[in-house]
């Protein structure tokens, strides 16, 4: 029995240490036309519930390449969580599609999604390539943020996600997110 009660001990110690100081609430999410075409929609996206979960679904218009897609996410930081926004420092530039998923959605987004559960995108591993044509749907999704940084700011912080085909905008998605320390 004792040694029972001091692995329950051990784990609990383990679940408590590799949880965040803070939470992450979805505020807003705004998708925005191209500039000439739009390959990417976002508009039936939306947040649900007291939880603020996200639901919905969004599309790709035709499979996307390395080659001739790129995304770019810009970074803004509301301290007051007043809509002042200032620029962040930690931006990602125009990066190949392809590699802009395995790094950022890789550990931004899908440790909180169950491919097949509450959503139908492949799951993105090494060999992900092309992201692939087609409408997706995400049920209910909250921000699993175990393998997020450990310092971010608190506050609103806001992202524009663009992405490109040959150079132009062709499309995109404005999240907002509040980020607070975690009570308790």
Known sequence: MKWAAIVLLFHLLQIIKCEQSYEVTNERLEP???DSET???FDNLKTVGR???LNGSFKFLGEMNNDDFKVSVELYSSPNGDGEFKRMAMDVP?????EC???F????VQPSVKTGETTNFPLVDDDFCPVPEGEFYIKSVLFNT???PSQVPRGIVKAIITFFSDGKNVGGLIVEVKIEDRQG
């Not at 125009?94 to 392809?98: A, G, K, V």
């Not at 959605?105 to 931004?108: E, I, R, T």
């Open 32 to 34: 925005f036309e191209g």
């Open 39 to 41: 390959l990417v929609f």
């Open 51 to 53: 939880e603020r979960a």
């Open 94 to 98: 125009q990066t190949s599609i392809c």
């Open 101 to 103: 998923f395995k790094k």
């Open 105 to 108: 959605y890789v550990q931004f």
């Open 146 to 148: 175990e393998d997020w």
